[in-house]
């Protein structure tokens, strides 16, 4: 009896030696986690304080102008020839044609400053009723348009061009064009944009003023495509020689000065003052 109540007791004394030291450590391990937990909300809560916030900002768009004058003409002008067979034609063709590259370069413009544009060769049908009362399409020629694009820095030289032409056999001006070569386009559009984005500087700190507000650095910019100087003369389809050279003789043409804007779109950082 005394044996099996010794055994009771060792019992009793090793299950709650065995659940205090289970406590002892649940314990430890809360108070681990619980220190965990400071250290943690210690380093994400500035980190969340730093990034969590409303982005103030400004858009404001800036403009710039200046007026410039062409430095590059462009004359679109050719030959128009017919005759009953394509040889013949090309023949025709090539000859009024050696005849207005020579009096072009007489002008003072260079050959290299010539180049074709456009040839063409096709042959020329008409329409013919035959005794049942049906059209019938009959081969009667050919015509061969051999086109020019003359493209010179002498702006100077656009109606010279176009009358020593005329009178050396061309019986097409399409098209007289003023343009900016690259370079000067180039120079005008790095100025324009420095000046746009001035202008959009000034226009947000005029805004901001009253606000107490200040820019404290520019999230994006936008450049917009130059709106540049082209001047685009008299569209024409072949005409009489005669009457062309007359008419062409009798219109003064005149580039001009033409005046070039850039837009910038800038939004800007801003802050209390």
Do not use: C
């Amino acid at each position: 009896m005394d044996t099996r109540i010794n055994i009771a007791v060792i019992v009793g004394v090793v299950f709650v030696l065995a659940f205090a030291v289970t406590l002892t450590q649940y314990e430890n391990q809360a108070e681990s986690q619980d220190a965990e937990s400071e250290i943690s909300d210690e380093i994400i809560t500035p980190w969340i304080e730093e990034f969590d916030h409303t982005e103030n900002i400004i858009s404001v768009t800036g403009t710039a102008s200046a007026s410039s004058e062409p430095d590059t003409l462009i004359v679109v002008l050719g030959v128009e020839s017919e005759a009953k067979t394509a040889n013949e034609s090309l023949s025709k063709n090539s000859n009024s044609l050696n005849s207005v590259i020579s009096s072009l370069t007489g002008t003072g413009i260079s050959e290299d400053d010539i180049q074709t544009s456009n040839f063409r060769i096709y042959p020329l049908y008409d329409s013919i009723k035959d005794s049942n009362g049906n059209y019938q399409q009959i081969l009667i020629g050919y015509r061969v348009s051999n086109i020019l694009s003359v493209q010179t820095d002498k702006i100077n030289l656009a109606g010279n061009i176009i009358d020593a032409a005329v009178s050396s056999g061309a019986n097409r001006v399409d098209n007289v064009s003023f343009q900016l070569s690259d370079n000067k386009s180039q120079k005008i559009s790095d100025n324009l944009i420095a000046n746009a984005i001035t202008d959009a500087t000034q226009k947000a700190e005029k805004a901001l003023a009253p606000l107490k507000q200040q820019i404290v650095g520019v999230k994006s910019v936008i450049i917009h495509d130059n709106t540049m100087p082209y001047y685009d003369g008299p569209m024409r389809s072949s005409f009489d020689g005669m009457a062309m050279e007359s008419s062409m003789k009798s219109a003064p043409i005149m580039s001009g000065d033409e005046e070039i804007t850039t837009n910038v779109s800038v939004i800007f950082y801003i802050a209390p003052v």
